[in-house]
């Protein structure tokens, strides 16, 4: 059995969900998200109660009972406040940019890294600090994933990409022979 499967999903005030053909719709003040349901998943809309069953006794139904409720709970929190992710850059000469919808890094490399920001995904640039914010906690949690992805903090001196509250382990380096 599922201790998160198992837990019914209050509906916020403003907040609709829908379930038709196997989509489950949620609109919200701060916008709308859509998700394909599973046939092994069976979600009812009862007042302001969402409930996730599993559709069977089978081992991927009972697996995904548990991660289609959390899932639709991710997405109601979203649709009422949007999930926020902080990167921090660090390194002597790194730079961060915004032009438009494109996020442009400097960090260290012989050429500028370049990142699309996806549709729905907002990014906000105050000097090192990179501010990520969406209503999809899934499209967020990759977006800023491959972002720190392509300079990961090492553990020397601590240069790269991390997330605010990320601690990065630090090494003690070489000493001098004496």
């Known amino acids: 059995m599922s201790r998160v499967g198992k837990q019914t999903l209050n509906i916020e005030n403003g907040t609709e969900v829908s379930v038709a053909d196997g989509v489950l719709t949620v609109k919200g003040k701060g916008g709308t998200i859509t998700r394909a349901l ?24 009972l697996a995904l009972w548990g991660t289609f409720s959390s899932h639709i709970k991710n997405m109601l929190e979203g649709v009422n406040k949007p999930f926020v992710k902080t990167l921090i850059v660090e390194g002597v000469g790194f730079k961060v940019a915004l032009n438009g919808s494109n996020l442009n890094l400097k960090v260290g490399y012989s050429h500028d890294v370049n990142f699309e920001v996806p549709e729905g995904i907002t990014v906000e640039v105050e000097k090192n600090t990179i501010k990520i914010s969406s209503i999809d906690k899934e499209k967020l949690g990759q977006f800023a994933a491959e972002v720190r992805a392509s300079k990961k903090p090492e553990p020397y ?9 990320e601690v990065v382990r630090r090494k003690q380096g070489k000493r001098a022979a004496a």
Not at 45 to 60: C, F, H, M, Q
């Open 157 to 165: 001196k601590g240069k790269g990409i991390h997330y605010d509250d």
């Open 38 to 61: 599973s046939a092994h998943v069976n979600v009812v809309v009862e007042g302001n109660e969402v409930k996730v069953t599993a559709a069977n006794d089978t081992s991927i139904a």
